[in-house]
């Protein structure tokens, strides 16, 4: 491949971030320049590029795993069903307008989460105050959702000021990820 070659590429991943980015709810996904989280950064190579959506109440995100996030064979590791749960619950915040970090994630794995079938994942919030947002979810199959494979209930805690200033000094459009 050329270098032509490798800018032309670049370019159409670049365009394709910004046609998905334009659709999204910028309450609940990462539309900054940042996007290098790995559960929803859409600039996160190796990541899960999860976006999110409401329906009523509920924050909701799917996601189809592959052979990348196996754990036992023909199952999916159960961090990356955590990570589907923390990053979903914590969009309870977000739709208020802040960015939290998970202070307490309780799990209870119900059953192994197959490989292949779409999963979608819902969250809501239970009590929000100054300091910290309370939320639950679960992750259901799609195509069958009396199916749940995991639920959660979590603690979200404000991101300290300091913290935001260190990231935006360190990482390149992180200071437009805080920015709510």
């Not at 491949?1 to 980015?21: C, L, N, P």
């Not at 559960?39 to 909701?60: H, Q, S, Y």
């Not at 052979?67 to 199952?75: C, D, E, I, S």
Request: with cysteine; glycine share 8%.
């Amino acid at each position: 491949m050329s270098a032509g070659d490798e800018i032309a590429d670049e370019t159409d991943a670049v365009r394709d971030v910004k046609d998905a980015a334009s659709e999204l709810d910028p309450r609940l996904n990462d539309l900054s320049p940042y996007q290098g989280c790995f559960a929803c950064g859409l600039r996160n190579d190796v990541g899960l590029k999860l976006t999110f959506w409401m329906e009523g109440d509920d924050i909701v995100t799917e996601f189809t795993p592959d052979a990348h996030y196996q754990g036992f064979p023909g199952v999916l590791h159960g961090g990356i069903l955590a990570t589907l749960l923390d990053e979903t619950l914590s969009r309870t915040a977000s739709i208020e307008g802040r960015w939290m970090m998970t202070g307490r994630l309780e799990i209870r794995y119900r059953r192994p989460a197959p490989m292949g079938p779409r999963l979608r994942v819902t969250a809501r919030q239970i009590s929000s105050r100054s300091r910290m947002v309370h939320a639950e979810g679960e992750v259901r199959l799609a195509d069958d959702p009396s199916v749940i494979l995991a639920d959660a209930r979590g603690v979200f805690l404000r991101v300290p000021k300091e913290y935001q200033k260190e990231a935006a000094e360190n990482y390149p459009g992180a200071e437009e990820f805080f920015k709510m």
